[in-house]
């Protein structure tokens, strides 16, 4: 092999060598959430409903309120057969935002108001095999009208936001997904391609709607009877005042007729 040749070649081969150091480099530090590739590393995720979009009418064509008014949008999050995330009501709306940071009065009240209180999200493994469901309800006083869902593999999940679209009840759904409880959402969007529209809630969400309406009946009722209780006392209180009232004035007209009688027995006198 001639002395140029060999020249050539060293200098290719020190022009490459670096490049693909470099490459490789990048090959071992790329993130493998990126793109659509699943997740089977057991990271936690944090992550909380940002939008949901309901159809301005039931399946059956009737209105969502008995006043014409929009749906009280609530989410409800499970996964291990648990409910791991509830939110807040957004009141009358065909289109719901939450934010992963909310203070409720009742905390207020109660005085349990810490860092752990005010964040209104959910952290779920991605694990191989384990799904997790979100259920979106119409909440009213004494129950929760169920309007649609999905069920979603743990593996799908990376930071950013994920938007799922039906055209059934539910119609737009968006998940903002963080990792290390940084609520910091990254300037990225992501398909779940795996996901299953649920037309009915799953079997933790009914029990756990189920127990809410029951103890919201029995909530109403002992109400009822505290408020049928002092509406007996005001009542009671009231027949003792007139009682009084009456006597009173009975006392009073034995008194002037008395007064009277002396008067006209004076005058008779004279």
Avoid: H
């Avoid at 009975?250 to 008194?255: F, G, H, L, P, V």
Wanted: proline share 3%; with cysteine; glycine share 6%.
């Amino acid at each position: 092999m001639s002395e140029n040749k060999l020249n050539k070649q060293s200098i290719w081969f020190l022009t490459l060598a670096p490049l693909g150091i470099i490459f490789l480099g990048y090959l071992f530090t790329k993130d493998p959430r990126e793109g659509n590739q699943k997740n089977t590393n057991n990271s936690i995720y944090t992550l909380w409903i940002a939008e949901a979009e309901v159809a301005e009418a039931k399946k059956d064509g009737s209105k969502w309120d008995v006043d014409a008014t929009a749906p009280d949008l609530s989410a409800m999050v499970v996964w291990k057969n648990q409910v791991i995330l509830n939110t807040v009501s957004s009141d009358d709306s065909l289109i719901g935002r939450w934010d992963p940071i909310a203070i409720s009065v009742s905390d207020v009240i109660k005085g349990e108001v810490s860092t752990s209180t005010v964040k209104r999200i959910a952290r779920i493994r991605a694990e191989k095999g384990q799904k997790f469901s979100i259920g979106l309800f119409d909440k009213d006083i004494v129950s929760r009208d169920y309007i649609g869902g999905w069920e979603i593999d743990t593996t799908e999940l990376r930071p950013g936001k994920c938007e799922l679209e039906s055209d059934d009840s539910l119609k737009r759904l968006v998940i903002a997904v963080t990792q290390d409880d940084d609520l910091s959402i990254p300037d990225k969007s992501f398909k779940i391609t795996g996901a299953t529209y649920l037309d009915e809630p799953d079997e933790v969400m009914l029990e756990t709607v189920k127990r809410w309406a029951k103890e919201a009946q029995e909530g109403i009722k002992e109400f009822s009877g505290n408020v049928g209780e002092e509406i007996q006392k005001i009542g009671e209180q009231v027949d003792q005042q007139r009682d009084k009232l009456e006597e009173a004035i009975k006392e009073t007209s034995r008194k002037t007729e008395d007064k009277i009688r002396e008067l006209l027995e004076s005058f008779g006198d004279k």
